[in-house]
Nanobody, 120 residues
Framework: QVQLVESGGGLVQPGGSLRLSCAAS??????????MGWYRQAPGKQREFVAHIGSGGSAVYADSVLGRFTISRDNAKNTVYLEMISLQPEDTAAYYC????????????WGQGTQVTVSS
């Protein structure tokens, strides 16, 4: 069984920053074979891709966050981070950690989500 536990969400003013963390744990899984990433879902909208990173450090970002969000990964801790700066109200959403096998076309595991609210 695989668990993804997120932390770091909260309320921030426009232009502010936040750092999300997600720790993965489980047996019978080789984490180095998985992309670790983040999706988000705003009220009334579909869940959308934000970023993911391979065990070698290669990262992919959604156009909407490119240049403002940075994803990183600590393979020794099976933990992924999302550093977010210049946050805007449209970044308000529940952010979900994801774990996707290199051969999968969509995430195989999800975290429970952490809320990020950008408001003055």
């Amino acid at each position: 069984q695989v668990q993804l536990v997120e932390s770091g969400g909260g309320l921030v003013q426009p232009g502010g920053s936040l750092r999300l963390s997600c720790a993965a744990s489980g047996t019978g899984i080789i984490f180095s074979m998985y992309y670790m990433g983040w999706y988000r879902q705003a009220p009334g909208k579909q869940r959308e891709f934000v970023a993911h990173i391979g065990s070698g450090g290669s990262a992919v970002y959604a156009d909407s966050v490119l240049g403002r969000f940075t994803i990183s990964r600590d393979n020794a801790k099976n933990t992924v981070y999302l550093e977010m700066i210049s946050l805007q109200p449209e970044d308000t959403a529940a952010y979900y950690c994801s774990l996707q096998h290199a051969r999968s076309i969509r995430p195989d595991y999800w975290g429970q989500g952490t809320q990020v609210t950008v408001s003055s």
